[in-house]
């Protein structure tokens, strides 16, 4: 079982020593770890954010343990050697076209929550957004009007395979959790979204345990804010995907406590924290490592089968959460070697 680690820039060196920390203490036979450079961290190395040798490794593991990416001081760039695109090249390169992320209040921290704690409490939902498509790799451009005015634009589209495949995953996602699957599009205004629908429904006459419904991506953001409870687990696009995964961290408290999975065809995947790099505190030892420990957990449960394991590793972050270790997002003083510490003596 060969695992890449890309621990990247700002924080994610800081995080991502404290998930290593908890996969080595877990003893797991066959397990193999090897290091590469992404991001700013590559691109001062070798050129480059995602270099042929990283990208080599990539290619050669079973999954991927990634940190943050990101570099201000690298913005002069142009945009295709700028650190982000280390991340959006693996997504491309491997194939990631489904990324899982899970939002779940823990027992305790409903107050960190910026709903009322009867609301926050009941949070437990996963959103499952398509990875591939949509407008992020869609053609677009700018152009010059008649009247010599500028005009950006961006070309939305799916292919009915792209939104099949994604479909099932959403599927039997909520075959594993509540049975409860919610599309989210704009079918009332584009046609990308009248497509994702209709095939949404057709691949749900191979699902008939699991009770599909649909919402409107405005809709559903107020629902998210007004009764997140109500969902179990939302399939949806890129660019709605992305900004609803975002709010929900928020309904939950913080981003420090959210992992996430890239998945592709298979098992491999690509598992992150949900954060930045951070630069303002790289280095200070103040990051809480929390999201990137629970990300291992989803590496070692999606890419290997390993449920128990993975459920250690949860179960850990859990019982240091309710015993008060914290870190600075959570309103505690906890440095980040300190609730590794704390995570490692619950394991």
Known sequence: ????????????????????????????????????????????????????????????????????????????????????????????????????????????????????????????????????????????????????????????????????????????????????????DKANVLETSQLWRDVVIAVSKDYPDVELTHMYVDNAAMQLVKNPGAFDVIVTGNLFGDILSDQASMCVGSIGLLASASLADGTLGLYEPIHGSAPDIAGKGIANPMATILSAAMLLRHSFGLEAQAARIEAAVAAALADGVKGGDLGGSAGTKEIGDAVLARL
């Open 1 to 184: 079982m060969r695992i890449a680690v890309f621990a990247g820039d700002g924080i994610g060196p800081e995080v991502t020593e404290q998930a290593v920390r908890v996969l080595d203490a877990l003893e797991i036979a066959g397990l193999e770890l090897i290091e590469g450079d992404v991001g700013g961290a590559a691109y001062r190395k070798h050129g480059h954010p995602l270099p042929p040798v990283t990208l080599d490794i990539a290619r050669s593991v079973d999954a991927i343990l990634f940190g943050a990416v990101g570099d201000f001081t690298l913005d002069h760039l142009e945009r295709a050697l700028r650190p982000e695109q280390a991340v959006l090249g693996l997504r491309k390169e491997l194939g990631l076209f489904a990324n899982l992320r899970p939002a779940t209040v823990f027992k305790g921290l409903e107050d960190l929550s910026t709903l009322r704690p009867e609301v926050s409490g009941k949070i437990d939902l996963l959103i499952v957004r398509e990875l591939n498509g949509d407008v992020y790799f869609g053609e677009k451009g700018t152009r010059t009007l008649a009247d010599g005015q500028r005009q950006g634009w961006d070309m939305m589209s799916y292919a009915e395979d792209e939104v099949r495949r994604i479909a099932h995953v959403g599927f039997k996602a909520a075959q594993g959790r509540s049975g409860k699957l919610c599309s989210v």
